[in-house]
Every structure is written in C-alpha cells, then in structure tokens.
C-alpha cells in the first residue's frame, strides 16, 4: 500500500496563498504512481464531511471543486511521485484539513488499495 505524507499548511490571513505537498512512496510497481492511481486532494474542516478539492482523474485530466475553481491549482511536482496543490486567493471557509489520497485507478481496482495522508492543517484568518 503506498504511503502519502502532506506538507505545507499553516497560517496564512485571507487573500494570501499557500503550496500543499504529497510525498508518495511505497509505489507497488516501478514508475510514476501516477500510472495506477488517480491523485487528488480532499479537506474537511470541522463539523463537516471529508469532500474532494482537485484531483487527476486519469491521465492529464483534472477535475476541482466549484467552490475552488480558478483560485487552486493541481499539479504533479518535478520530483518523481509528488504531488502539490497551490492554494491561491484563500478565503476563512478554506480553512480544514487537507488530505492527500491515492485512489487506484480502475484497471488496479481489484489489486490496489486507496491510501489517505495523515493531513495538514490550513488556517485562513486574519
């Protein structure tokens, strides 16, 4: 099962702009983990369901949540199985845990387990 580790988070006040790191390690099979499973970001804040921020669906493809669009942006890093969300425009309401997840693609669904990180805290406030 690969293993994700979230970087990042922090304080930061409204308007300004955070960079959200995914670690991933462990791939069972030589190559970019992007290869078997869709990468993504999801965040819940308190008292709220966990729900989905940005993901790669399958290859280049992308899909955001509407409350995030044209302020988040996706990416994977330079590095070899990173994943990054640059976080732009931050409101109060983005204040959560983000957490990064690995959900194995549907060719590897019979093989694969999905993998959470542990999350980072962002905090938007003035």
């Known amino acids: 099962q690969v293993q994700l580790v979230e970087s990042g988070g922090g304080l930061v006040q409204p308007g300004g702009s955070l960079r959200l790191s995914c670690a991933a390690s462990?791939?069972?099979?030589?190559?970019?983990?992007?290869?078997?499973?869709?990468m993504g970001w999801y965040r819940q804040a308190p008292g709220k369901q966990r729900e989905l921020v940005a993901v790669?669906?399958?290859?280049?493809?992308?899909k955001y949540a509407d409350s995030v669009k044209g302020r988040f942006t996706i990416s994977r890093g330079n590095a070899e199985n990173t994943l990054h969300l640059q976080l732009n425009s931050l409101k109060p309401e983005d204040t959560a845990v983000y957490y990064c997840?690995?959900?194995?693609?549907?060719?590897?669904?019979?093989?694969?387990?999905?993998?959470w990180g542990q999350g980072t805290q962002v905090t938007v406030s003035s």
């Open positions: 997840n690995a959900d194995p693609l549907p060719d590897y669904a019979d093989l694969l387990l999905p993998s």
């Open positions: 462990g791939s069972p099979a030589a190559g970019s983990i992007f290869k078997l499973y869709a």
């Open positions: 790669f669906t399958s290859g280049d493809s992308t």
